[in-house]
């Protein structure tokens, strides 16, 4: 007998039978076509209740940013620069990276080209509101006509703001700021070209239309995703994350890693409501899809494969490599794709950090409480797909493979029953995680059970996210508070 879950996506896939254009009656046409299947789907939607006026979406995009991949191609970009006739170029980096090859590589290219230029070198790690508003404030006064970000996910996404309030100059910064925490206005004025240089593999924000903040005031992150703040380019050189201390390159590879799981995993983009009413507003994360898919299994496998060697061997140059690109595939996976529960639980844990425990994670160069990114996404994954996993058993039986190194063939993975999936998955996480020296839960960071309501709270905001969770965003009427909870709850420890 087919699995719930089988009959479920069934379901939805012929949700298309029927033309869901914005210009068709999809109410009138599903009644043309008059088949039991077509019958067996109005009955579904209506015992699933859903709100009035909510079509679901039927399409999605890919938008990525050109990229270029090569050892030593940061030495091209005043050429880039130049060939674009560039004015100005406005150069964002960050107080480490400056003194790096990286920065030293780019200076010297656009001093070849005789690109004019001007550097803010003080771009903070994990930004918040008022360090994007100072990066945004010295971008305004010069007017650049050109951007150029070389560091990690920090400087590559403050650039992406201050690019984006250099254009729209008299502008809050809460009004592009999704919403409910800003107005999430619409984009609609053409930005500055950005060339975007990662230093780290990790983020994948040289592909996106994503730029994440902490907002201090609010004890959790957020952020401005529009596929307008893309980069033009990404240049993605194999020399430039030589420098990367371990513990950034393990951190940076667990953001991979969650990219990739989390987009592979959301709810399908026919499940996301509302459809759009224009084109023009449909968002950058749309749900799974069989092109971001694609991105995203390649990236999971490689990051399972390689980042252990990098915590082993920082220098091994094919998993550095291989990472680099892993990082380029996740970001194409889920900056069309999305993420979900993993990313929209890592905002308050890193948030709060800095007023509740001030956990300062080993191996980073700040005198401040830190949980890094990667970090805080993955002291919730045990728990996040053991909870998720009932949604689409297959998908997360073949994330088990992945993890367990075996076929899906394997009568160990083939036979386990849908309902031990997650539990397997769990483990085989939790092992994963164990072997790269990653805290075992929140309480290892300094959190405890009193904790785990604020830490709920300052999750729900992230709606953007949220609604893309399986078993959250395609349940009517669900905000996922009762199922945070019991996340947070058994991601304490493990």
């Known amino acids: 007998m087919a699995s719930r879950s089988s009959i479920h996506r069934l379901m939805n896939a012929a949700r298309h039978v029927a033309c869901p254009c914005h210009a068709c009656n999809s109410t009138t046409t599903a009644a043309a076509a008059g088949s039991a299947i077509g019958t067996m789907m109005s009955n579904a939607r209506h015992m699933a209740a859903q709100p009035k006026n ?23 970009v005043g050429m880039d620069f130049a060939n674009m006739g560039a004015r100005k170029v406005g150069v964002f980096t960050d107080p480490n990276v400056e003194k790096l090859l990286p920065m030293k590589m780019a200076r010297e290219s656009l001093d070849a080209s005789g690109v004019s ?20 404030d010295w971008a305004r006064k010069h007017d650049f006509s050109h951007f150029l970000a070389v560091g990690g996910g920090s400087v590559m996404d403050t650039a992406k703001a201050a690019n984006l309030f250099t254009v729209y100059k008299d502008s809050d910064l809460f009004d592009f700021i999704n919403a409910p925490v800003g107005k999430g ?38 952020g401005i995703a529009n596929r307008a703040l893309k980069p033009m380019l990404g240049i993605v050189d194999t020399l430039n994350t030589d420098s990367c201390p371990t513990a950034v390159h393990i951190s ?68 550095q490599r291989q990472m680099l690109l892993a990082a380029s595939f996740a ?20 948030g709060l950090n800095k007023t509740g425990p001030k956990y300062k994670h080993p191996g980073y160069v700040t005198d401040k409480p830190i949980i890094p990114h990667g970090v ?3 002291l919730t994954g045990p728990a996040v797909f053991k909870f998720t996993a009932p949604s689409s058993p297959e998908r997360h039986r073949l994330a088990l493979s992945i993890f367990s ?81 019991k996340i947070m709850e058994d991601s304490l420890e493990y």
Not at 188 to 195: D, F
Not at 270 to 296: C, H, M, W
Not at 331 to 350: K, Q
Request: net charge negative; charged share 25%.
């Open 405 to 485: 190194g075996l076929p899906e063939s394997d009568p160990s993975i083939s036979r386990l029953p849908n309902q031990e999936v997650g539990k397997r998955l769990y483990d085989e996480i939790a092992r994963f995680l164990d072997g790269l020296g990653v805290p075992r839960g929140l309480k290892a960071v300094g959190y405890n059970q009193g904790d785990v309501q604020r830490l709920v709270e300052g999750t729900l905001p992230q709606r953007r996210v949220l609604d893309l969770a399986p078993g959250i965003g395609d349940v009517a009427g669900e905000d996922g508070a009762e199922h945070l909870t």
């Open 117 to 136: 230029y001007e550097v803010f070198n003080t771009v903070a790690v994990e930004p918040t509101d008022a360090s994007w508003k100072e990066a945004i």
């Open 185 to 222: 206005l619409p984009i609609t004025e053409k930005l500055r070209p950005l060339i975007a240089v990662p230093t780290t593999a990790g983020t994948g924000s040289e592909t996106t239309g994503t730029a994440i903040l902490d907002i201090p005031s609010r004890n959790f992150k957020t």
């Open 331 to 350: 970001g194409i996976g889920f900056g069309n794709g999305g993420v979900h529960l993993c990313h929209a639980a890592s905002y308050p844990i890193s």
């Open 376 to 378: 805080s996404v993955a």
């Open 252 to 319: 940076a590879g667990l953001d991979v890693l969650f990219h990739s799981m989390e987009s592979y995993t959301a709810i399908p983009y026919y499940e996301r409501t509302p459809r759009p009413s224009n084109p023009k507003l449909r968002p950058a994360y749309q749900g799974s899809n069989p092109i971001s898919d694609v991105f995203s299994l390649w990236a999971l496998r490689e990051t399972v494969k390689y980042l252990p060697r990098i915590a082993k061997d920082k220098h091994d140059k094919e998993a």
């Open 54 to 76: 909510q079509d679901k979406e039927y399409a999605f995009e890919i938008a990525a940013a050109n990229l270029r991949f090569g050892e030593g191609v940061t030495r091209e």
